[in-house]
């Protein structure tokens, strides 16, 4: 009977495997966390190590594609905004953080719709309410206190009367606010991307034996790099965002003085950007005489909902200056002002102003910009009466002018990676 069973065993155990454990199914996730400067939803790579992160984050995205035991089930972007602005404001900024992390992944790995799901917290006071906990702020019982039992709206008769954020901004003359404003906050401007796995488990066999008489040498496996090889393309890490602009102000267009200028992002709605125009028209038989030549240099700062969506749009406020050369004569009396010859610093007029402008987006990679200045306008200028074929010189005058000295009605081409506006009703 003994030896009965040894044979039984023995020929249970002459397979390649002797057993395998049930296969175990359960769910597993990988997560990502994007951070974005107050009042913006623009990715940028190298704040707070952003790009690295996401860059890993891919590399493992396209590890768990290659899986067989992975199954992808859900993709979630969480766009969320610190208590800071209005309701309004922050709902849409959280939603747009969410959808251009999404945008970005989609450069570099192609996910479809049914898996994704972008949602829009707003505020997110359950993430400000963890923070408070883990931290030592002052007043830190009171914050929580507000927190845990103060609706974020309070109404009456149908009118907000109070609320959440209004407490929090009042208590202790606002000393609780102001630290969480430069401690807490930062970390609540965010985009949280989640992803769902189905992972199947299946066990090294218990037992396994080898019969063949001949083993093939084993060749370690050494994975490719995360980047190597993408079926969109794309490789390598991201790259920077750069935004700039090609312009011409119509105006002068119009007036036929061909212009052209460049405008350039620096970051936080800050840019430069500089022009220059020339025109050189004269019909002596006509008297005719239509010459100015000139440049300017501006720089500008772009605020606002559309400017915290997109660089180069929306309202901006900034300041410029401006030197000039012209020659205007229309058949009768002329004025030069800025006559070439000489030290060229003492002929050109000049003009310095702030201006205010908004930048409107027409189609994917234009905007319309109206711009208008106010400021000084200084320099010399000649006055002359054309007669006999000749200019004869009246008076010379000195330019002392405060009012408008700037207006731009300008076509903007917009150029750059990622510089371009969305079309309503398509993919962000």
Same mark, same amino acid.
């Given at each position: ?5 040894w ?8 397979g390649?495997?002797a057993?395998y ?12 966390q ?25 590399g ?9 035991s ?6 979630t ?6 208590p ?15 959808e ?7 450069? &570099? /790995?192609?996910?479809? =719709?049914? $898996?994704?799901?972008? !949602? ?5 006071? %359950? ?5 408070v906990?883990?931290?030592?702020m ?6 929580l206190?507000?927190l ?10 149908g009118?907000?009367v109070d ?8 208590l202790?003359g606002g ?16 985009s949280?991307v ?5 992972v199947?488990?299946?066990p090294?066999?218990?037992? &396994? /034996?080898e019969?063949? =008489?001949? $083993?093939?040498?084993? !060749? ?5 790099? %995360? ?19 090609l312009?011409?102000?119509m105006?002068?267009?119009v ?10 992002y620096?970051g ?11 025109a050189?028209?004269?019909?002596e038989?006509?008297?005719?005489f ?15 909902r559309r400017a915290?969506?997109?660089?180069l ?5 900034? !300041? ?19 006559e070439p010859?000489g030290?060229?610093w003492?002929?050109?007029n000049?003009?310095?102003g702030?201006?205010?402008g908004?930048?409107?987006p027409?189609?994917?990679?234009l ?11 200084g320099?010399?200028?000649?006055i ?5 074929g ?10 002392h ?15 750059g990676?990622?510089n371009?506006?969305?079309k ?5």
């Open positions: 009977m003994k030896i009965a069973k044979i039984l065993l023995l020929f249970l155990l002459c390649c495997y057993g454990g049930q296969e175990r199914t359960f769910a597993d996730t990988l997560d990502l994007v951070h974005f400067r107050y009042g913006y939803s623009i990715f940028e790579p190298e704040l707070n190590e952003n790009g690295a992160r996401i860059d890993r984050f891919i493992r995205l396209w590890e768990l594609r290659a899986d067989t992975y199954s992808i089930e859900a993709l972007f969480v766009g969320a905004a610190s800071e602005g209005n309701a309004v404001m922050n709902s849409r900024l959280s939603a747009r953080r969410a251009n992390i999404l945008a970005h992944i989609r450069t &570099r /790995l192609e996910l479809p =719709d049914s $898996l994704v799901r972008v !949602v829009s917290l707003g505020v997110d006071w %359950a993430g400000l309410t963890a923070l906990e883990a931290s030592q002052p007043y830190r019982d009171e914050v206190d507000i845990y039992h103060t609706p974020e709206w309070i109404l009456r008769d009118k907000i609320g959440r954020k209004r407490r929090l901004e009042m202790r000393q609780a606010w102001w630290y969480m404003c430069e401690h807490l906050f930062p970390k609540l401007r965010s949280d989640q992803v769902v796995c189905e199947v488990r299946r090294e066999p218990l037992i &396994r /034996l019969v063949c =008489d001949t $083993l093939a040498p084993r !060749v370690p496996f050494v994975p490719a790099p %995360a980047y190597a090889v993408r079926p969109s393309g794309v490789a390598g890490p991201s790259r920077k965002p750069f935004y700039m602009a312009k011409t102000n105006l002068y267009d007036l036929l003085v061909p212009n052209i200028g460049a405008e350039f620096v936080r709605g800050w840019s430069v950007g500089g022009s220059w125009m020339y050189w028209w004269s019909r038989k006509s008297n005719f239509w010459r100015i030549y000139g440049g300017e240099l501006n720089v500008r700062k772009y605020f606002g915290a969506e997109k660089p749009t929306g309202h901006h406020l900034g !300041v410029y200056g401006t030197i000039f050369t012209y020659d205007f004569e229309l058949g009768g009396r002329g004025y030069i002002g800025g010859g030290n060229l003492n002929k050109m000049y003009a310095v702030v201006e205010y908004y930048s409107l027409i189609t994917r990679r905007n319309l910009d109206f711009t208008l200045g106010l400021g000084y306008w320099g010399e200028y000649k002359y009466d054309p007669e006999d000749h200019y004869v010189w009246k008076e010379t005058r000195q330019r002018w405060l009012g408008p000295t700037k207006a731009e009605v300008s076509l903007v081409w917009l150029l990676r990622g371009f506006n969305e309503k009703g398509g993919r962000r």
